[in-house]
């Protein structure tokens, strides 16, 4: 019962935060425009600003596409194949860039969040790598278990 709920919620926010990021995402450049009257870093630099924030958010939304797909073998207890080592990988990539986009960042705006940011992606993008690789081990040991049976 509670693992129905938590999976029931857990579908239902990863859900809300691909759809939601999507809006925000396309969003970016009138929320910009508007912030940039009151924020000079932003508005001096609109831009810059636009493609660098467009883009973490895209890749933000790939990791999340990528979280979905990785849920719904979770869902059917099937969760050590091969089709989640690619998306751990690929969130895994997504992380680095947004690491790296987040760089040029510094470059316009230095603050701590954007340090923080940088820090927390590359250590997201490590983590995946790691537990991609941990992913494909535990599949290949299914794969061997299956054919022992």
Do not use: H
């Amino acid at each position: 019962m509670k693992s129905n709920l938590l999976s029931r919620f857990t579908k239902y926010f990863l859900d809300f935060m691909f759809y939601s990021g999507i809006l925000v995402t396309l969003s970016v450049p009138i929320s910009f425009k508007l912030l940039g009257r009151y924020y000079p870093n932003i508005g001096n630099n609109y831009v810059v600003m636009c493609i660098i924030f467009m883009l973490c958010g895209a890749l933000a939304l790939w990791i999340i596409y990528y979280l979905r797909r990785i849920f719904r073998t979770v869902v059917a207890q099937d969760c050590f194949v091969e089709e989640n080592v690619i998306s751990l990988r690929r969130m895994g990539y997504a992380s680095f860039l947004i690491s790296m986009v987040t760089l040029i960042r510094l470059f316009f705006v230095v603050t701590p969040a954007t340090l923080i940011i940088i820090l927390v992606f590359f250590i997201a993008g490590l983590f995946s790598m790691v537990l991609a690789q941990v992913f494909a081990l535990a599949v290949s040991y299914k794969q061997e278990n299956d054919f022992t049976i």
